[in-house]
Nanobody
Framework: QVQLVESGGGSVQAGGSLRLSCGFS????????MAWFRQAPGKEREGVAY????????QYADAVKGRFTISRDNAENTMFLQMNPLEPEDSAMYYC????????????????????WGQGTQVTVSS
């Protein structure tokens, strides 16, 4: 059974940084896609960053390129999202997601393409 547990959210001022963690179990990171999504109140859930099975490819949403970095430590069964500098527009609930198999550049950011989800961690950025 796949389980995902996020942590590391919080409240920061614009320009600050946070590192989100997603502890995972029940999946093989060499055969599962993993991603970070976020959802702000009244908005759709959007893909933020993605790591291909085995870690051979990374993808980012345009809004976070150059500011966010996705990584994974397979020995610790943890995926990370380093975020800096943060902007008020980054405020949202952040979710970890996983699904079997790889995804292309035209599909990794679609929430409906992921079977497994964590409970989310809140990020609030004040101006």
């Amino acid at each position: 059974q796949v389980q995902l547990v996020e942590s590391g959210g919080g409240s920061v001022q614009a320009g600050g940084s946070l590192r989100l963690s997603c502890g995972f179990s029940g999946l093989n990171p060499d055969t599962y896609s993993m991603a970070w999504f976020r959802q702000a109140p009244g908005k759709e859930r959007e893909g933020v960053a993605y790591i291909y099975p085995g870690g051979s490819s990374l993808q980012y949403a345009d809004a976070v390129k150059g500011r966010f970095t996705i990584s994974r430590d397979n020995a610790e069964n943890t995926m990370f999202l380093q975020m800096n500098p943060l902007e008020p527009e980054d405020s949202a609930m952040y979710y970890c997601a996983a699904d079997w198999g790889g995804k292309g550049s035209g599909s990794w950011f679609m929430a409906q393409n992921y079977m497994y989800w964590g409970q989310g961690t809140q990020v609030t950025v004040s101006s």
